[in-house]
C-alpha cells in the first residue's frame, strides 16, 4: 500500500478510511502467543447511558497510547473493552421515558420495565463505543463485554454465593444512606459531602419525675419522633447521677431512659445527645449497644410514616416546621442557632441523603480489605503517582461494611430465595425448585438488584472469563496497567483490588495509573451548568482525533488536573501539518529515485548528528513511557520533530538535494526517510492516523506502522563526537540570524562572514551550512581577524564578523533613522502640548491624562534610541 498525500491534511478523510483498514486487518485483536510476553488493559467501562466527553477522551488517549506502544514493542496487547449497565443511571432514565408516556414501574411490573430496559440499552447503549473508535481507540473489539452479559451475570452469582457460604455476605437491618429521591440505599462511595447553612435546634426534655429537663441539640428535629434515649458520656461529672432515670419524649409521650455511653462527645454542646438508633448510624451502634428499640419513622421518599403518630404522611421538610412550632408552643424548643454543616447528598441526583435502618445485604469488608492493603504495601500493585496509595490505605483502614443490595430492577438481581412457609434462606448459583429445609415450593426470589459496582469489581477477571479457567485468563490474568481517574479511587479501584485478590489470589493490575481532570482554559470543572465543557467529538470533527489526542497527551503529568483550550488542539493541529508539509517535501524529493528504507553507508556531519539525536529520543521516549511520563515523551517527540527536524535538517538537507551531486542527494534522501519514519513510528502512539497515513507514503516495509517494529537505542547510531561540532555550527549560525534579525536584515542581503575559531576543523565542515543558513556570501575561517566597521558576534567557541556595511546601506538607513527622528519629535511636542494645556487636564478623563503621560514618556525613549543609532552609524 503506497500512496500520495494530499496537498492539505484533511483528518476526517484519513481518520475514518485508516481506522476502517485497522479493523479490516485485525491489528486489534490479540491472538494468545506463547512465545510472547501479555501486556494487558481492562477499559474502565463507561456507562451505557453515558455520552464521549473530555474526561473520557483523555482517559482512552492514555490507554492506546500505552496499549500502542506496548504492541509495537512486541507485546500481546490486549485492551479489552466494554460497558457497564449502570444501574442506577439507566434505570433512572428508563423511568423518565415512563413518566413522559404517564407509567410507573409499579404499573407495568418487572418484567415488562425490564423489556424496555433491554431495548433501550440495544438502541442507545452501543453510542459510547462508536465515540470511542472515533478517537482511534485499539480495542479488542471482538472481546467486547458488558457487565450485564451472560458471562459477567454467571461470575457476579459465583461471586455472591462463594461469599455468602464464606460467611462474607450477610443480610441485616444496618444504617443505610437512603437517597428519597431515587428511592434505593446507596453506599458510602455514592454519597457527597458539602458545608451547607443549616441549624441547631436546641430541645429540652423533661424528666419523668418531674426534676427538670436535660438540654441537647439536632440538626433534624423531625428525627426526635425516633428517639428512644439519650445519651452522655460515662465519666460526665455533670450528668453522671441522671444515667438510669427516665425522660418523656416531648410530643410523642414515649419514655426514653437516660443512658451512659462513651461515643458522647463531652465538649461538644451540653454534653447530652439524643439516640435514634433507625435514622443515624452512630446511634444505632449506640443502639446495639444498648439494645435499644429502632423505630424507623420515615417512608421511602423521606415522608413520616406511620410510627410518626399525627405528623404521619407529611413530607420531610413541613415535618420539620410544624414539628418546631408544636415543641416551641410547648416551651421544648430552648433556642436556634444557625452552624455550617457537613451534609451528605445523592451523587446521582444531588437530593439530600437521608441515613435509615433497613434490611439489606452486606458484604463484610475487614477480611477483604486486609489482603487488599497488603497488596499495595508489598507493591505489587502500584499507585502512579505514589501519593494516591495513601488515600487508599485510609479509606481501606477505615472502610464499614459494602450495602450491596439496590431497590432497583435493572442490574443484577440477588440470587436469593425466601421459604414462604418456613422462612429460610437460599443462596445459590441457579434458582432453586424446593426449599432444602421443608422441601416447599413456595419460594420467593429477593426483588433487590446488586450495586452496580459489584460487577465491576469483577471486570479485571470476569470479561476474561472466570469462574471458568479459560486460556484466556490463564494468559492475560493479572493485567498490567489501570488508568483512570482519582475520582472513582474507591467506587472500583479499591473494589477491584480486593475482589482480584480474594477470587484469583492475585493482584489484578501491576500497576494502577492515576488521571486528572480535564478543565477549562481557566482551571474550571466542565459542568453543564457552567456552560463550559467541550464536546471531544465536535474537536475530532473540526482538528481530528490526532490533535485532540495530542493535546490530551501533552498537557500531562499523572494525577494532575490539565486544563483543555482550543488554543491547544489549534496549536496540535498546526504540528500535524508541519510534520505533513515535511512529509510532503520529502516525497516531492523522491520522485523518479528508489530510497530503501535504511541508512546509507556513507553519512555526513549532519547525518550524524541528526541520527544520533534521533538515537537519544528514541532511549528518552521509550524511557518516559516506561515511567508513565507521556506528557514529557510527547513534548520531546514535539521539540525534536519541528526544531531539530524539520527546521534543522530539513533545511540543511537542501544544500545537497539542489548541488548536482547526485550521490550525496541520494544519501540525502536516504536520511530523510529514514529518520521520517522512524519518528512516526515514535510518534504513532500519540497520533495514530497521520503517522500511519505518512509511512504508508514513505519507502516501508510491512503492511501497518502499528505493527511495525518499536525502533530501539542502537550503539552504532551514536555520533556524540560530530552531533557536539553539528551543534557548535548550529549555534554559530543562531547567533547570526538573531544579530540580522534585530538589524532588520532581509535574507536577501547576503555578507561576507569571517569566524575566528580554536577549532577551525569544525568550522569548515560548516561552510555550505553557513552560506545558507546565515545567508552568508563567503566564509573565512581563521585563529583571529583585525576588521574595522565590523558587526562583532561571540559564541562560546567562535567569534564572528561581517562588515558592517555589507549588512546595511549607510546612507539609506541615515536617511531612514533622520526621517523616523523627525516623525518621533513631532509627536512627542503634541503630547507636550496636551500635558502643559490647563483645560485638557481638567476636562479629560483620568485615564486618558496618563495614557498620554506614558505615551510621551515612550516617545522620549525611542528618541534616545534613534539618536543612539545615528550617532554609532557616523
Ligand atoms: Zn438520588
Ligand atoms: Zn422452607
Known amino acids: 500500500m503506497s500512496r500520495q498525500l494530499n496537498k492539505t491534511y484533511e483528518p476526517q478523510e484519513v481518520e475514518d478510511r485508516t481506522y476502517r ?82 407509567l410507573t414501574k409499579e404499573q407495568i411490573g418487572r418484567e415488562a420495565f425490564l423489556e424496555r430496559a433491554w431495548a433501550w440499552k440495544e438502541q442507545y447503549g452501543g453510542r459510547i ?11 479488542d473489539w471482538d472481546r467486547e463485554r458488558f457487565t450485564l452479559d451472560e458471562g459477567c451475570s454467571k461470575a457476579v452469582r459465583e461471586v455472591f454465593v462463594r461469599l455468602y457460604e464464606k460467611g462474607l455476605i450477610y443480610r441485616g437491618e444496618r444504617i443505610i444512606n437512603w437517597c428519597p429521591h431515587c428511592k434505593t440505599s446507596i453506599s458510602d462511595a455514592e454519597v457527597e459531602f458539602e458545608e451547607r447553612d443549616g441549624f441547631f435546634w436546641h430541645l429540652r426534655y423533661p424528666f419523668k419525675d418531674g426534676s427538670g429537663y436535660l438540654e441537647l441539640a439536632t440538626t433534624r428535629p423531625e428525627t426526635m419522633l425516633g428517639d428512644t434515649a439519650v445519651a452522655v458520656h460515662p465519666e460526665d461529672e455533670r450528668y453522671k447521677h441522671l ?24 465538649d461538644f454542646g451540653t454534653g447530652v445527645v439524643k ?9 444505632f451502634e449506640v443502639g446495639l449497644r444498648h439494645n435499644l428499640e429502632v423505630i424507623n419513622v420515615m417512608n421511602e421518599d423521606g415522608s413520616i410514616n406511620e410510627n410518626g403518630g399525627k405528623y404521619a404522611g407529611l413530607p420531610g421538610l413541613e415535618a420539620r416546621k410544624r414539628i418546631v412550632d408544636d415543641l416551641k408552643e410547648q416551651g421544648y424548643l430552648v433556642r436556634v442557632e444557625p452552624i455550617k454543616h457537613n451534609v451528605g447528598s445523592c451523587y446521582r441526583c444531588g437530593t439530600i441523603v437521608e441515613p435509615r435502618v433497613s434490611k439489606q445485604w452486606f458484604v463484610k469488608m475487614k477480611p477483604l480489605a486486609e489482603p487488599a492493603i497488603e497488596a499495595v504495601r508489598s507493591g505489587k500493585t502500584r499507585f502512579i503517582p505514589d501519593r494516591y496509595a495513601k488515600i487508599y490505605y485510609h479509606w481501606m483502614e477505615n472502610i464499614r461494611d459494602w450495602c450491596i443490595s439496590r431497590q432497583l430492577w435493572w442490574g443484577h438481581r440477588i440470587p436469593a430465595w425466601y421459604c414462604q412457609d418456613c422462612g429460610e434462606t437460599i443462596v445459590a448459583r441457579e434458582a432453586p425448585h424446593a426449599c432444602p429445609k421443608c422441601g416447599s415450593t413456595h419460594l420467593e426470589q429477593d426483588p433487590d438488584t446488586l450495586d452496580t459496582w459489584f460487577s465491576s469489581a469483577l471486570w479485571p477477571f470476569s470479561t476474561l472469563g472466570w469462574p471458568d479457567k479459560t486460556p484466556d485468563l490463564e494468559y492475560f490474568y493479572p493485567t498490567d496497567t489501570l488508568v483512570t481517574g482519582y475520582d472513582i479511587i474507591f467506587f472500583w479501584v479499591a473494589r477491584m483490588i480486593f475482589s482480584g485478590m480474594e477470587h484469583m489470589g492475585e493482584t489484578p493490575f501491576h500497576t494502577v495509573l492515576i488521571h486528572g481532570l480535564v478543565r477549562d482554559e481557566k482551571g474550571r470543572k466542565m459542568s453543564k451548568s457552567l456552560g463550559n465543557g467541550i464536546d471531544p467529538l465536535e474537536i475530532i470533527d473540526k482538528y481530528g482525533a490526532d ?33 505533513w508539509n515535511a512529509a510532503r517535501f520529502i516525497l516531492m524529493n523522491l520522485e523518479g529515485h528508489d530510497i530503501p528504507c535504511t541508512l546509507p553507508e556513507e553519512l555526513s556531519l549532519e547525518d550524524k548528528w541528526i541520527v544520533d539525536s534521533f538515537n537519544c529520543l528514541t532511549k528518552e521516549v521509550t524511557d518516559n513511557l516506561e515511567h508513565f511520563e507521556l506528557g514529557i515523551a510527547v513534548q520531546k517527540l514535539y521539540d525534536f520533530l519541528w526544531d ?65 517494529k518499536w525502533p530501539e537505542y542502537d550503539e552504532n547510531h551514536c555520533f556524540p563526537k560530530a552531533a557536539e561540532e553539528m ?48 545567508w552568508a556570501s563567503s566564509v573565512e575561517i581563521g585563529p583571529s581577524f583585525t576588521l574595522d566597521g565590523a558587526v562583532t558576534i561571540v559564541t562560546p567557541d567562535a567569534k564572528l564578523f561581517i562588515p558592517t556595511d555589507e549588512l546595511v546601506d549607510k546612507k539609506a538607513e541615515l536617511a531612514r533613522l533622520t526621517k523616523e527622528l523627525e516623525s518621533a519629535k513631532k509627536q512627542f511636542a503634541t503630547a507636550e502640548a496636551k500635558l502643559k494645556n490647563e483645560k485638557f487636564l481638567a476636562k479629560a478623563p483620568a485615564n486618558v ?26
Not at 129 to 139: A, F, I
Not at 275 to 283: F, S, W
Not at 561 to 566: A, G, V
Not at 730 to 746: H, Q, Y
Open 644 to 708: 531539530e527536524f524539520c527546521d534543522w535538517y530539513i533545511e540543511i538537507s537542501k544544500i545537497r538535494l539542489n548541488s548536482g551531486d547526485e550521490k550525496a542527494a541520494q544519501n540525502a534522501r536516504q536520511v530523510l526517510v529514514w529518520c521520517m519514519s522512524s519518528t512516526m513510528q515514535l510518534l504513532h502512539p500519540f497520533m495514530p492516523f497521520i503517522t500511519e497515513e505518512i509511512w504508508q507514503a514513505l519507502p516501508h516495509s510491512g503492511e501497518s506502522i502499528m505493527i511495525s
Open 727 to 774: 551543534r557548535k555550527i548550529m549555534e554559530a549560525v543562531r547567533a547570526v540570524r538573531n544579530r540580522r534579525a534585530e538589524m532588520n536584515v532581509p535574507p536577501s542581503r547576503r555578507a561576507r562572514l569571517y569566524i575566528a575559531t580554536a577549532m577551525p576543523e569544525t568550522f569548515r565542515a560548516g561552510i555550505p551550512i553557513f552560506e545558507r543558513l546565515a
Open 21 to 102: 483498514f485497522w479493523l479490516e486487518k485485525k491489528y486489534f485483536h490479540a491472538v494468545r502467543d506463547p512465545k510472547k510476553k501479555p501486556y494487558t488493559i481492562v477499559i474502565p467501562p463507561p456507562n451505557i447511558t453515558g455520552k464521549l466527553h473530555m474526561g473520557h477522551a483523555l482517559d482512552e488517549t492514555l490507554q492506546d497510547i500505552l496499549i500502542r506502544w506496548r504492541r509495537m514493542q512486541g507485546y500481546c496487547a490486549l485492551w479489552l473493552p466494554g460497558t457497564d449497565h449502570a444501574s442506577i443511571a439507566t434505570e433512572a432514565k428508563i423511568v423518565e421515558a415512563m413518566r413522559k408516556e404517564g
Open 129 to 139: 463505543v462508536e465515540q470511542l473508535k472515533k478517537l482511534g481507540s485499539s480495542c
Open 547 to 579: 490533535a485532540l489526542r495530542f493535546t490530551l497527551a501533552t498537557g500531562n503529568s499523572p494525577g494532575n488536573d490539565m486544563r483543555f483550550s482550543q488554543d491547544k488542539v489549534e496549536a496540535s493541529r498546526n504540528f500535524a501539518n508541519k510534520i
Open 275 to 283: 439516640i435514634t438508633p433507625a435514622h443515624d448510624p452512630n446511634d
Open 849 to 874: 491624562v496618563e495614557g498620554v503621560r506614558q505615551n510621551a514618556a515612550k516617545l522620549k525613549e525611542h528618541i534616545a534610541l534613534i539618536e543612539s543609532s545615528i550617532k554609532e552609524m557616523q
Open 243 to 266: 444515667v438510669g432515670k427516665t425522660l418523656i419524649l416531648p410530643l410523642v409521650g414515649r419514655e426514653i431512659p437516660v443512658i451512659a455511653d462513651e461515643y458522647v462527645e463531652r
